[in-house]
T-cell receptor
Framework: DQQVKQNSPSLSVQEGRISILNCDYT??????FLWYKKYPAEGPTFLIS?????DKNEDGRFTVFLNKSAKHLSLHIVPSQPGDSAVYFC???????????FGTGTSLTVIP | NAGVMQNPRHLVRRRGQEARLRCSPM?????VYWYRQLPEEGLKFMVY????????ESGMPKERFSAEFPKEGPSILRIQQVVRGDSAAYFC????????????FGQGTRLTVV
């Protein structure tokens, strides 16, 4: 049972344009959401997070939006850079906090 | 402050052997998580431990897999009698006591069963 879903396995974007990565979840108990970036043969690295009390969190070129009613979050990267090419994982955790649930990832390619 | 350290980075085992994967969490972190990534798949939760306690092992296969996080020393993920299907990247992550905080991942151990 996949509680966190990333329905787009891949995304290609031109350098300088906006990248939008989407994530849906099913568990209404989730109250903390995260995005991780992963390069091949490396561990995931934390990118940005958002608590359910907010609907937006921004850090430089990265912004995460949370729509609790739709159980949807998205990561916006603007402007996209070739170094952003990686697999992006969405993750969520509930207030009972036993584990982080991960999506299956979206492979982003930023074309120079 | 060193990050999460996993060793070995690469491990080759023959079918039927045992694999031991080690994870040293970040300093001050008392929570450890193990995840497995099969080829072309996402990160699958295996087990969540605190010092000397298994909190959630709902993602662990019922047989051959075990995990521990002793009072002293690293967390160990142990796979007995490995089979080809165990070949995967195994990632460990750690977090501090706080609830709303990210987990930090190690570089992973790539297990190959031949």
């Amino acid at each position: 049972d996949q509680q966190v879903k990333q329905n787009s396995p891949s995304l290609s974007v031109q350098e300088g344009r906006i990248s939008i990565l989407n994530c849906d979840y099913t568990n209404s108990m989730f109250d903390y959401f995260l995005w991780y970036k992963k390069y091949p043969a490396e561990g995931p690295t934390f990118l940005i997070s958002i608590s359910s009390i907010k609907d937006k969190n921004e850090d430089g070129r990265f912004t995460v939006f949370l729509n609790k009613s739709a159980k949807h979050l998205s990561l916006h990267i603007v402007p996209s850079q070739p170094g952003d090419s990686a697999v992006y994982f969405c993750a969520a955790r509930s207030n009972t906090g036993n584990q982080f649930y991960f999506g299956t990832g979206t492979s982003l390619t930023v074309i120079p | 402050n060193a990050g999460v350290m996993q060793n070995p980075r690469h491990l080759v085992r023959r079918r039927g052997q045992e694999a031991r994967l080690r994870c040293s969490p970040m300093k001050g972190h008392s929570h450890v998580y193990w995840y497995r990534q099969l080829p072309e798949e996402g990160l699958k939760f295996m087990v969540y431990l605190q010092k000397e306690n298994i909190i959630d092992e709902s993602g662990m296969p019922k047989e051959r897999f075990s995990a521990e996080f002793p009072k002293e020393g690293p967390s160990i993920l142990r796979i007995q009698q490995v089979v080809r299907g165990d070949s995967a990247a195994y990632f460990c992550a750690s977090s501090p006591l706080n609830m709303n905080t990210e987990a930090f991942f190690g570089q992973g151990t790539r297990l190959t069963v031949v």
